[in-house]
């Protein structure tokens, strides 16, 4: 499988998302799964090529409107620090590539 390239969404990029991020490579190592994570603020969305954002449920619809016309998924996370429901979340979202 080639690496995935997934991002990881905020309002501002810093705090939260740095910890989800650190989250999603421990749970996608330990899936066996080659992924890059990056994380980016809201604005900083368009153009990127990514097979998938992670943001928070809040931040969502937002992310969506601004891939919208894309094939990115958009993983809405409740918990981030939950690294079972990351999990859950994660094969849930490789089962249907």
């Not at 998302?17 to 990056?38: D, F, H, P």
């Not at 894309?70 to 859950?88: K, M």
């Amino acid at each position: 499988m080639e690496k995935l390239k997934i991002g990881v969404c905020c309002t501002f990029g810093a705090g939260s998302s740095l910890m989800l991020k650190m989250n999603l490579e421990t749970v996608y190592s330990k899936m066996g799964v080659n992924a890059q994570v990056t994380v980016f603020d809201i604005s900083g969305l368009k153009g990127e090529k990514l097979d998938a954002i992670y943001t928070s449920s809040a931040l969502a619809p937002q992310v969506m409107m601004s891939v919208e016309g894309t094939n990115i998924h958009v993983i809405p996370v409740i918990n981030y620090f939950d690294l079972g429901s990351l999990e859950v979340l994660t094969n849930n979202y490789i089962n249907k590539k």
